[in-house]
């Protein structure tokens, strides 16, 4: 259900707590007591993990501790690593955990894992999402099921509650489960916050609580939001306009009525359409297109070549237990940079469905990471269409096939460390295979905030196409480059990022950097 990667190479995963019997039983409870083959030890929840850590490089798992119910939850990564993780079910939708990733070899660190706050949101958050903001560390949680506000983590004060946002109210469709949750959060690179929910979106001074702009409403009819569950993207950006032209994407959802008529058994067609507007500046316009076939439930990831995959999900339906049908077993690969009919490209299709409750996430090497799908309130894994599904597997893009390794860029280091100032010149070699395949023409510089992915949106998700000063090659394939770190939090919030060399569109391995205010 939910998925994010860390910066030490591992993929922290997670359902909720109260669904049964997982596929990873314990020997042990986490209070110390032993799981035996009793019938009551098989049958209860606290003998079985309800969250993992995958070790990518190891290809294996280790259980986590997880004491409170995450399900519905949002989560955004602290500049340390640390996984800020809001909300939930029932009793445990005001919780603040954090997550420290442990990475190769961390099972007996007991500073890792999940920590559970003392503190608690003000709300209850439950579908709500969560953003990283330019102020250092502080995270804005946005809606959530019957909540019409917005809060911060941490809070500046203890007087400080949560603050309206009647946009909420007004986009809340309150007999087709609200069509608003799970809202599409994109911070702008001026600092300001991009809201788009249901079928609209407004831009938010969080450092003044304020609404500053009110956008055209998306064309078409349905709805975009969970539990229509399109999906939605930020562009990469890119040093040449400084950082300034900042464009969102929202592909997909359900038509309208769509929740009410699964609610009776039918399952109406999804959307085909996708918007992209420019939020910056003072023109505002969705320019529509179509993907090759309707599509909800599904996950938006910007690969390292700017282009962005669109994964899992189903045709038909909307989100909910038992509410889709048909499922998208074809990923689409969409060029930003194409001319227009000519973006999207249908990809080989999987044979795991993966619909409501499934999550991916994009690794160092350049794969995917995709899994989960459970369209049902507990684990059943047989005797049903679409069974809770516990396998994972490894989407590779075309870009890893190795008639291109003559121009993959190898062996990337960032000299002198990796903690990289603001507006700061940094370092980097790599190498490729034959000189002849690389130059400035040729190359870009990418750095990559990894997602927080759950319930078809990828939260905190973000790309930015870094300036080379000045690269040279010499004669055994060796490059030098200067590179220069964005200019400030509001163009990269404070943490770790995937660097990551692009040579004719064909990507190295990417190494961790982190952007810092003390760099």
């Not at 955004?76 to 990475?103: D, V, W």
Request: proline residues 5%; glycine residues 10%.
């Amino acid at each position: 259900m939910h998925m994010a990667l860390t910066n030490r190479n591992t993929v922290i995963m997670f359902d909720q707590t109260g669904a049964g019997q997982s596929g990873y039983k314990l020997r042990k409870r986490y209070n110390g007591t032993r799981c035996t083959t009793s019938h009551n030890d098989l049958v209860d929840p606290t003998c079985y993990a309800h969250s993992v850590e995958y070790d990518i490089a190891a290809n294996k798992v280790r259980p986590l501790r997880l004491d409170t119910d995450t399900w519905c939850s949002s989560g955004s990564f602290l500049s340390n690593g640390t996984l800020l993780q809001t909300g939930g079910y029932g009793n445990r939708a005001k919780s603040i955990r954090f997550c420290r990733p442990c990475g190769g070899g961390g099972g007996k660190n007991l500073t890792c894992g999940w920590i559970q706050s003392k503190k608690t949101l003000f709300d209850e958050r439950r579908y709500a999402s969560s953003q990283i903001l330019a102020e250092h560390d502080r995270v804005v949680v946005v809606g959530g099921r019957n909540v019409f506000t917005y809060e911060y983590v941490p809070k500046i004060n203890h007087e400080e509650k949560s603050f309206a946002l009647p946009f909420l109210h007004q986009t809340n469709d309150k007999n087709s489960g609200g069509n608003n949750l799970y809202p599409f959060l994109h911070l702008s690179s001026d600092g300001n916050l991009f809201i788009f929910a249901n079928r609209d979106s407004i831009l938010l001074n969080a450092r003044r609580n304020r609404v500053i702009k009110t956008f055209p409403r998306i064309p078409g009819h349905g709805s975009r939001n969970y539990p229509s569950s399109g999906s939605s993207v930020m562009l990469p950006l890119h040093h040449k306009d400084k950082f300034q032209k900042v464009e969102v994407m929202v592909c997909g959802g359900s038509t309208t009525g769509a929740f009410r008529a699964a609610n009776k058994g039918m399952f109406l067609e999804g959307l085909r359409s996708c918007g992209r507007m420019v939020i910056t500046g003072n023109h505002h316009k969705w320019n529509m297109e179509y993907m090759p076939q309707p599509r909800l439930l599904h996950d938006m990831l910007i690969l390292p070549t700017g282009q962005i995959l669109i994964i899992n999900g189903a045709k038909h339906g909307c989100a909910g237990f038992d509410n889709a049908r048909n499922a998208s077993l074809e990923p689409y690969l969409y060029n930003p940079k194409k001319i227009f009919g000519k973006r999207f490209k249908v990809l080989k299709s999987t044979s795991i469905a993966r619909m409501h409750h499934s999550s991916a996430t994009l690794l160092p090497d350049g794969r995917v990471l995709v899994g989960g799908g459970n369209p049902h309130p507990r684990y059943i894994f047989r005797n049903v269409a679409y069974p809770t599904e516990l396998r994972l597997q490894a989407f590779v893009p075309h870009y890893m096939d190795k008639r291109y390794q003559n121009k993959r860029p190898m062996n990337l280091t960032i000299e002198y460390g990796n903690q990289i100032g603001y507006g700061k010149e940094f370092r980097v070699k790599f190498m490729v295979v034959k000189k002849g395949q690389i130059s400035n023409n040729t190359v870009t510089f990418s750095a990559y905030a990894p997602p927080f992915t759950t319930h078809a949106f990828g939260m905190n998700q973000r790309m930015l196409k870094l300036r080379c000063k000045r690269m040279d090659v010499s004669k055994n394939g060796s490059v030098n480059a200067i590179l220069e770190a964005p200019p400030s939090s509001f163009v990269a919030p404070s943490g770790y990022y995937l660097l990551t060399v692009v040579n004719a569109g064909i990507p190295s391995i990417s190494q961790w950097i982190r952007f810092t205010h003390n760099g």
